[in-house]
Every structure is written in structure tokens, then in C-alpha cells.
């Protein structure tokens, strides 16, 4: 089951899937970024589109794509 909680700008995902710890954060510079299930995969739209400015946790990265939580991925193009 994952938590989803906004405050102003920013965004936290909490998946019970991910073990518990600290993740480096990027903004989305984008001014919509969508989220996906996959790399290139499809979107999320209950997730998405994430709005400019809000902060991501990184769990991972993989070539031009970082993952925010499980099964959830954004184009790391367009966060810093």
C-alpha cells in the first residue's frame, strides 16, 4: 500500500516495498512531468502529471530515468 502526502510544493511517496531510509531529492523543472510504471512505460494518470518545483525522493536511476518509489518512474531529464 503506498501513502502519498503533498505539503506546498512537495511531494513524498512512501512505498512499504522500499526499505526504510534516506534518498537524495531532485526538483521537477518540467512544468508537468508524468509519472510511469516503467521506463518508457505507461502512465500513471492517478500520479500524474507532477507539477514544476516538486520535490522527488530518488531511489534509483536508470539511464535517462529515475526511479521515485515502486513501479514509479519519471524522465530524469527534466528534474535537478
Do not use: H
Amino acid at each position: 500500500e503506498m501513502q502519498r502526502s503533498l505539503v506546498g510544493s512537495e511531494m513524498c511517496i512512501r512505498d512499504r516495498d522500499i526499505p526504510n531510509k534516506y534518498y537524495d531529492t531532485k526538483n521537477v523543472t518540467a512544468d508537468l512531468l508524468n509519472v510511469r510504471n516503467n521506463p518508457n512505460g505507461q502512465i500513471l494518470k492517478k500520479l500524474s502529471p507532477l507539477p514544476k518545483g516538486t520535490t522527488i525522493a530518488i531511489v534509483s536511476e536508470k539511464g535517462n530515468w529515475t526511479k521515485i518509489s515502486e513501479n514509479r518512474w519519471i524522465s530524469s531529464k527534466f528534474i535537478n
